[in-house]
Structures are given as structure tokens and as C-alpha cells.
């Protein structure tokens, strides 16, 4: 049995998260999840409660339908891919391995669920959920982006802000904030990726999401792993390293 006296989350002991866990339901709107993000991954930290929720979340995830489960399994893939952890605790890939790879697994079916042909924005985040529970460094957190048309990322050379724009508004960089609203004064054109010849992440994502019903996903990708010249200095960078590099 956990002892969740000994045990902490964002605002103290973690007596409290039994209760709360007891009591969530499926909705994403239930008040509760808010109380359960606020303690197990505040502001992007995790602590000790939060990992030992884990096996909580996965048996949550496991008796709820593929449409219901998604809160668990949102949840779950924030502790994960936490960077700021403030308890000396094992990561979650050594002390849950078992309890991840289940969650992996229940994802995995979860993007299965046909209500997802009308809906990016849940398709994204479960897709984005299931790199967390693989352990793919940094697109866990990022790539729900993809949906939003837009990063903005810090130029490595000069470190000035740059808006990467893909989608209706066109795909190029620039230094205007206000691009979305009027026609910006300087952009520069993106180099996309090829996804026939890339290495690296890009040829899967962008055959699973293509497989999976979402051309318009998949036309972005090859924009988000290609380069981009700083609207400031004109420096050609790598986005997808300018996105991993972000906070």
C-alpha cells in the first residue's frame, strides 16, 4: 500500500490525492482534474505523489472506454515528461516501466477511436501522448503546437523571437507578432523537410498521421522538422532543435 503521507506534491503532503482520484470522473471538464494538475505537474513540476499516481491513472485509463480515458492518459503523459522534478525520486521509466508501457498501450487503442476523424486537436494530443509514454525527448511537450500553426522560437545565433508560421497564413518566418492580422512586412520562406528522405522522427509521424486520416496534420510536419532563416539576422537553424530548445 502507498503510504501518501510520506509522499509530496506542489502544495505539501499527498494524503489528499486518493480522494481525489477517487472521485474524478471522465469529463474533461470535471473540477477535479484541475485540483489533480494543480498537485501532480504545477506549473510543469512533478514530486514523488505524482509518479505514485501513475498506476492510479492507468487503471483509470484501462476501465474507461477509448473516448473517456483520454483525461488519465493526458495527465499521465505531463508527470512523465516532466523536466522539473523536486523530489529525489527514480525516473519514471525505471520505477513505472511496466505501469508506462500499459499506458502506451491504452493510448495506442485510444487513437484507434473513430470520433478522432473530426477532431486534430485530441488526434494531436493523444499522438503527442503516446511519444511521452515511448520516452522521445522534448515532442511530448511541443508538438500539440502543430496544431495552433505556429511556434515561436528563439534564433540560436542571434536569440531573437521568430514566429515559424505554417497553414492558412502561409509558411515562412518572421519577427511580427501581428502576422495573423495583417499581412507581415518581412517574411522569409521555410525549407521543409522531405519525409521520403529525412531521417529521424519526421518519416514515421508522417506516415502514422497520414494512415491515420489527417492530411492536414501531415502537410505541417515536413515545415516543423525543416529550417528556417531568422527573420532577424537571416541565420539558418534547424526548428525542430529551435522547438527542443525551448523552456
Not at 63 to 77: E, K, V, Y
Amino acid at each position: 500500500m502507498t503510504d501518501w503521507s510520506q509522499l509530496h506534491h506542489a502544495y505539501g503532503t499527498a494524503e489528499d490525492i486518493p480522494g481525489l482520484l477517487d472521485a474524478v470522473g471522465p469529463d474533461p471538464q470535471d473540477p477535479v482534474w484541475n485540483s489533480l494538475a494543480s498537485r501532480l505537474y504545477h506549473q510543469g513540476g512533478v514530486g514523488s505523489a505524482s509518479y505514485a499516481a501513475l498506476p492510479i491513472l492507468a487503471e483509470k485509463a484501462r476501465q474507461w472506454s477509448i473516448t473517456d480515458r483520454r483525461m488519465p492518459l493526458f495527465l499521465a503523459g505531463q508527470i512523465v515528461t516532466a523536466r522539473d522534478i523536486y523530489d529525489e525520486v527514480t525516473s519514471p521509466f525505471v520505477a513505472h516501466s511496466s505501469v508506462i508501457a500499459e499506458l502506451l498501450a491504452l493510448t495506442e487503442e485510444a487513437l484507434g477511436d473513430p470520433a478522432l476523424a473530426d477532431d486534430s486537436v485530441n488526434y494531436v494530443q493523444l499522438l503527442s501522448t503516446s511519444l511521452s509514454f515511448e520516452g522521445v525527448e522534448g515532442w511530448g511537450e511541443h508538438l500539440d503546437q502543430v496544431c495552433g500553426e505556429e511556434y515561436e522560437v528563439s534564433c540560436p545565433d542571434c536569440f531573437s523571437e521568430n514566429f515559424i508560421v505554417f497553414g492558412e497564413n502561409g509558411h515562412y518566418s518572421t519577427a511580427d507578432d501581428m502576422y495573423f492580422k495583417r499581412p507581415p512586412a518581412h517574411t522569409v520562406p521555410l525549407q521543409p523537410q522531405d519525409p521520403a528522405t529525412a531521417e529521424g522522427l519526421l518519416p514515421r509521424l508522417h506516415a502514422r498521421v497520414l494512415a491515420d486520416g489527417h492530411p492536414e496534420i501531415a502537410a505541417r510536419l515536413p515545415y516543423v522538422f525543416g529550417h528556417a532563416h531568422c527573420a532577424h539576422c537571416g541565420e539558418f537553424f534547424s526548428v525542430p532543435d529551435a522547438i527542443l530548445a525551448m523552456p
